[in-house]
């Protein structure tokens, strides 16, 4: 076993199991029985801020944007700029949104807005939405240690699995949110020193870099704006596709429920949008410049950037930087774990048990239920190793029809029937689009749908359905943050 | 100025700029709901 793999695994058995044996002493010595899912709702700003950067940088963060700026140039941060609004929409938006209503789930909103069945659908639909995330999770895991150790990577993310396991098993949410303000620390340290360290050792330093690019006429490659293709096509796709699937998604609503209080969701957005934001700096700068030196740019875009960094850096620094990088793919696997595992325990469970779970029960079987997830992930990943960015785009698709029914029913108005209407529609055009001659078919007759993926769709049809559909309904109940319906609450109250 | 630096500072004023345009859009009234006093 090498020495970098041994560091970085040492790492992370002091920090997750050394904080996780903290939190545990803790609670006994409380002898309350803290809740896995919101950790007791008293997030102060540092926690929770890192917690939601974190949260949001996963593989396609640390090993995508190493090969979208190796093949289009710094443009590929707008990935990282796409997540920034994203912070700015969950911050202000969705975040205290959901914390105001004391929710735990996101199906557990629907469920208040329309009703026990709405709430069953999205909480089978989210939960296999987020335990396929977690299996890609899984696999990215996989890469990571199969880079530093050249162990196969199925067995890698098996090894990967057991470690996500941990980081969530031991404390749920709170554990999660500790192990993240070290790694945090630990991260942006590495990354600073490791960019300053390139200048120094790349053959002709950053500058040579940029005269590259403008050698070979490519000087496009070296803003953030690309060209006119490229800020429409990928720029303009990625803020797409990530604000409208992401903001609604359980692992970043978990956070958000999680927080002291809504002004601590609406600061952090001062503190999360940066630190979420310029990470994708320097994977970005990596690919930039793996692709102007021939030793690096050969192995081709998926490895050029991360291989540049392991033989140009002394060990200690890639020992940091891996271990750093590591802590954000066990991170989104840790919230990925607990999303599906929380929305079994309180939505499917939960809701159906008389008088719901008592907290120790819900916390045995949170963590039991992380538990198969993990195992299954594992199992899954040992055997196939699909495309990462295609099948996250794929998953994401099926949570933007619920942005659209979330934000009618909080502001607009309500009506069961129209949601759900809105919600199978986007789920069968999803469905009819991954369908290779269904799409065909389509794009035969539009030829200009062909550059459409399922986020596009599910988002279009879900806003036109929503739109047309509330404009003609009648028997509407009043929004949840409407004036009418805070009347009515408050005349039923006087009424008692 | 250093390629990387020049990037680096561009990206956090890129960041900052739309963090800045979000919480002015959410002071305009029911753009992103009411403003609460967060003492919930």
């Known amino acids: 076993m090498n020495t970098v793999l041994v560091l970085v695994i040492l790492y992370n058995l002091i920090v997750i199991g050394g904080i996780g044996y903290y939190l545990a002493r803790r609670e006994k010595a409380s002898g309350q029985v803290v809740d896995m899912a919101t950790g007791g709702r008293n997030a102060n700003l540092a926690m929770f801020s890192v917690t939601l950067a974190i949260t949001y940088l996963g593989s396609a963060h640390v090993y995508g944007l190493m090969e979208m700026s190796f093949a289009l140039g710094a443009v590929a941060l707008w990935f990282s700029f796409a997540h920034t609004i994203l912070m700015c929409v969950i911050c202000l938006g969705t975040g205290p949104w959901v914390r105001r209503l004391g929710c735990a789930t996101i199906p557990e909103l629907i469920g208040r807005m329309y009703g026990r069945q709405m709430r069953t659908i999205t909480a089978c639909i989210g939960a296999m939405v987020v335990f396929g995330l977690v299996t890609l999770e899984t696999q990215t895991l996989g890469i990571g240690i199969s880079a530093i150790s050249g162990w196969a990577l199925g067995w890698a993310a098996v090894v990967g699995a057991a470690f996500g396991v941990a980081y969530v098993t031991l404390g749920g949410i709170k554990q999660t949110m500790w192990v993240n303000l070290v790694n945090a620390v630990v991260m942006y340290g590495s990354i600073i020193i490791a960019g300053i360290y390139l200048a120094f050792v790349l053959p002709e330093g950053w500058e040579g870099v940029r005269q590259h690019y403008v050698a070979n006429d490519e000087e496009f490659k070296l803003s953030v704006l690309g060209t006119p293709d490229l800020l429409v096509g990928f720029s303009l796709a990625a803020v797409f596709s990530v604000v409208f699937s992401q903001s609604v998604n359980q692992q970043g609503m978990a956070a958000a429920m999680s927080a002291k209080n809504e002004k601590v969701i609406r600061r952090s957005l001062w503190i999360a949008a940066p630190v979420n934001g310029m990470f994708g700096v320097f994977p970005v700068l990596c690919g930039l410049a793996a692709a102007t030196i021939p030793e690096f740019a050969a192995l081709g875009p998926k490895l050029a950037g991360a291989t540049l960094v392991v033989t140009l850096l002394p060990t200690w620094l890639v020992v940091l930087l891996q271990a750093g990088f590591l802590g954000a793919l066990l991170s989104t696997f840790a919230m990925s774990a607990l999303a599906p595992a929380t929305i079994f325990a309180k939505d499917i469970v939960g809701a159906n048990v008389k008088g719901g779970l008592s907290p120790v029960a819900e916390k045995k079987l949170i963590q039991r239920v992380i538990l198969i997830i993990g195992v299954l992930a594992a199992l899954l990943t040992f055997f196939n190793h699909p495309n990462v960015i295609l099948a996250i785009t794929w998953l994401f698709a099926w949570l933007a029809p619920l942005f659209f029914i979330l934000i009618a029913g909080l502001f607009w108005k309500r009506n069961t029937s129209v949601a759900f209407t809105v919600v199978i529609s986007a789920w069968v055009c999803n469905c009819a689009w991954s369908i290779g001659p269904i799409k065909a078919q389509i794009v035969s007759v539009l030829p200009g749908s062909a550059v459409l993926e399922n986020a596009h769709i599910t988002a279009i049809v879900a806003f036109v359905l929503t739109v047309v559909l509330y404009s003609i309904s009648n028997n509407n109940k009043p929004a949840l943050f409407s004036d009418q319906y805070q009347n009515d609450l408050n005349e039923k109250g006087m009424a008692r | ?40």
Do not use: C, H, Q
Request: aromatic share 12%; glycine share 8%; net charge negative.
């Open chain 2, 1 to 40: 100025m250093n390629f990387a630096l020049e990037l680096f500072l561009i990206s956090l004023g890129m960041i900052y700029l739309i963090v800045i345009i979000a919480e002015l859009l959410s002071r305009i009234p029911k753009f992103f709901g009411e403003k609460t006093d967060g003492s919930d």
